[in-house]
């Protein structure tokens, strides 16, 4: 779903294709056979034949300046599937080929951030490079060029602003497994700043809350979360358990 909403706004049919990233650099065809390349992987409908295709691009066109733009897609592409050792594969790749691509570190930083569980030997690890993709992110994000020049300031004000919650909503994340729930509530909030009434930051601030013991902040957390119009029915039903737990834990004080 991710990578579908990110085609459509971000494919400039035109021979023009800007990524999530800050490089400004357009990448330009040199041939039309390397446009047919290209294309195949934006007409692929299916994630694993994106990564067919890209493949079959880098192969074919080693010099291509499409390899950044082909790589993320991949890296979506592997996210898509749940293939969690090809995401960090094509990711690596392609912050090799293109250091700026934010997209790319939040989709590791997301990925590394909520796989890694308490007692993983290689814990910090994993959570340290989490940190450090969701900060450059941060940084990245501050000053980065609209992935297409034709759309409206106000979108792509928006856009960038759920970008920032995404990378906030991985440092909060990290920070849970660490047991810094403090840590992880001021970064939610910082998300919730930058992308406001997101009832996923809210479920998840609740949660930091009741796992601190702060039962009425967990209260008051999860009925916002209730409050949100059109409120998916899984995440209801996880936000109402939350509160139900920490209203139990506060009668019992």
């Keep these: 779903m991710r990578l ?37 992987i934006f007409n692929a409908a299916e994630p694993g034949a994106r990564i067919t295709a890209t493949d079959a691009l880098i192969t074919k066109f080693a010099d291509t300046e499409f390899k950044a733009t082909a790589l993320f897609i991949a890296t979506a592409s592997a996210e898509e599937l749940g293939d969690w050792e090809k995401t960090v594969i094509y990711g690596e790749r392609t912050l090799e080929a293109d250091p700026k691509s934010y997209g790319t570190m939040l989709i590791l930083a997301r990925g590394f951030a909520g796989r890694t569980k308490e007692f993983d030997f290689d814990k910090e690890e994993k959570l340290t490079k989490a940190d450090k993709y969701a900060n450059t992110a ?10 297409r020049p034709d759309i409206a300031d106000d979108q792509w004000e928006a856009q960038r602003k759920s970008w920032v919650s995404e990378a906030y909503e991985a440092l909060g994340l990290s920070a849970m497994v660490r047991k810094k729930y403090s840590v992880a509530v001021t970064n939610y909030k910082a998300g919730l700043e930058a992308s406001p009434g997101n009832a996923n930051l809210l479920t998840r601030m609740a949660t930091a809350y009741a796992d601190d013991k702060k039962n009425d902040e967990a209260i008051a957390t999860a009925n916002q979360a209730l409050a949100t119009p059109n409120l998916n029915p899984q995440v209801k039903a996880i936000v109402e358990n939350i509160k139900k737990k920490a209203e139990a834990a506060k009668a019992a004080k």
């Excluded at 971000?10 to 065809?29: E, M, N």
């Excluded at 941060?138 to 992935?147: D, F, G």
């Design 4 to 40: 579908t909403k990110w085609l459509a706004s971000a494919f400039l049919i035109s021979g023009v294709l800007l990524a999530q990233t800050a490089d400004t650099k357009q990448p330009k065809l040199k041939s039309e056979k390397e446009q047919t390349a290209v294309m195949a």
């Design 138 to 147: 941060l940084e990245l994000l501050k000053t980065a060029p609209k992935i």
